[in-house]
């Protein structure tokens, strides 16, 4: 089992980024997907989360307007559209297959800084 991030990096604030987790090993189109991120010396938060089918999304109050998360079934990959991107946004992001398991990626770097 795999789940693999990538698409991280360091932005200015204001600019953009898309994260992609790619799924392997497992049934895709059977798992509930989120995004989850972590500051330094702060807990892991929820950022958003996406249903099986894609028919039911979730977003944390901070990113709500910002961020969109979709996935691709076809694909075995979920994304994160991060927009209007603000300093405290900056953290580690992990992606998160939950279902009969739960998996975890190993994460992704985020930095939103001028």
């Not at 799924?23 to 950022?47: D, H």
Request: proline share 3%; net charge positive.
């Amino acid at each position: 089992v795999q789940l693999v991030e990538s698409g991280g990096g360091l932005v200015q604030p204001g600019g953009s980024l898309r994260l992609s987790c790619a799924a392997s090993g497992f049934t895709f189109s059977s798992y509930r997907m989120s995004w989850y991120r972590q500051a330094p010396g702060k807990e892991r938060e929820l950022v958003a989360t996406i249903s099986s089918t894609g028919g039911y999304t979730n977003y944390a109050d901070s990113v709500k307007g910002r961020f969109t998360i979709s996935r691709d079934n076809a694909k075995n990959t979920v994304y994160l559209q991060m927009n209007s991107l603000k300093p405290e946004d900056t953290a580690v992001y992990y992606c998160q297959g939950l279902g009969y398991r739960n998996y975890w990626g190993q994460g992704t770097q985020v930095t939103v800084s001028s």
